[in-house]
């Protein structure tokens, strides 16, 4: 158990709906990272927070967005849902941002997008 | 984009040592070697990190070369467990993108 939670563990869902993703970090880590998994694209770096800021931004779709709120919990929020949005999404905590920090993963929210 | 190169895929017998190789050609000197691992249905792990000398855990050991443009993850004794993709990536100090490539799925034969 990384003591990472992420809900739902799975979401089935329509094209053109919208959904929100929610992950809280382990107690004590400012940072928060997404990331997509899906078969033929590996993990993709969505974007990240440090302490309800946004420190840096990958390949995040502009239907796609993002907070981190005071209490640091993180939502993904996904709109105009499309087929090829169906995924695996993964969120990451660490303590603090940096090249030697470790990133705690949760186990994911699968979306299926029908 | 990923800044190391992996094998796909890797063949290794339980109970045998693994070497795991990962270029990193292009690394620059504020660069760290981190590796993790993601177990079926499971998230991403970490295993073990580096800067220049060698680094060993409980996991694994981390064995970099002089130039660092290559590293190697060494699991001493690998058990069915250990079958999973690993991940080489390189984090830069302030840089808070940490970009995965495709790994290297390693498979155990018992």
């Known amino acids: 158990d990384s003591g990472v939670t992420q809900t739902p563990k799975h979401l089935i869902t329509a094209t053109g709906q919208r959904v929100t993703l929610r992950c809280s970090p382990r107690?004590?880590?400012?940072?928060v990272y997404w990331y997509q998994q899906s078969l033929d694209q590996g993990l993709q770096f969505l974007i990240q927070y440090y302490n309800g800021e946004e420190r840096a931004k990958g390949n995040i779709l502009e239907r796609f967005s993002a907070q981190q709120f005071p209490d640091l919990h993180s939502e993904l929020n996904l709109s105009s849902l499309e087929l090829g949005d169906s995924a695996l999404y993964f969120c990451?905590?660490?303590?603090?941002?940096?090249?030697?920090?470790?990133?705690?993963f949760g186990e994911g929210s699968r979306l299926t997008v029908l | 984009d990923a800044k190391t190169t992996q094998p796909n895929s890797m063949e290794s017998n339980e109970e045998e040592p693994v070497h795991l190789p990962c270029n990193h050609s292009t690394i620059s000197g504020t660069d760290y070697i981190h590796w993790y691992r993601q177990l079926p249905s499971q998230g991403p792990e970490y295993v073990i990190h580096?800067?220049?000398s060698n680094v060993n855990n409980r996991m694994a050991s981390l064995a970099i070369a002089e130039d660092r443009k290559s590293s190697t993850l060494i699991l001493h004794r690998a058990t069915l467990r250990d079958a999973a993709v690993y991940y080489c990536?390189?984090?830069?100090?302030?840089?808070?993108?940490?970009?995965f490539g495709k790994g290297t799925r390693l498979h155990i034969l018992p």
């Open positions: 990536i390189l984090r830069d100090v302030g840089d808070d993108k940490i970009i």
């Open positions: 990451a905590s660490s303590v603090v941002p940096g090249a030697t920090g470790e990133l705690f």
């Open positions: 107690s004590g880590d400012l940072s």
């Open positions: 580096g800067l220049t």
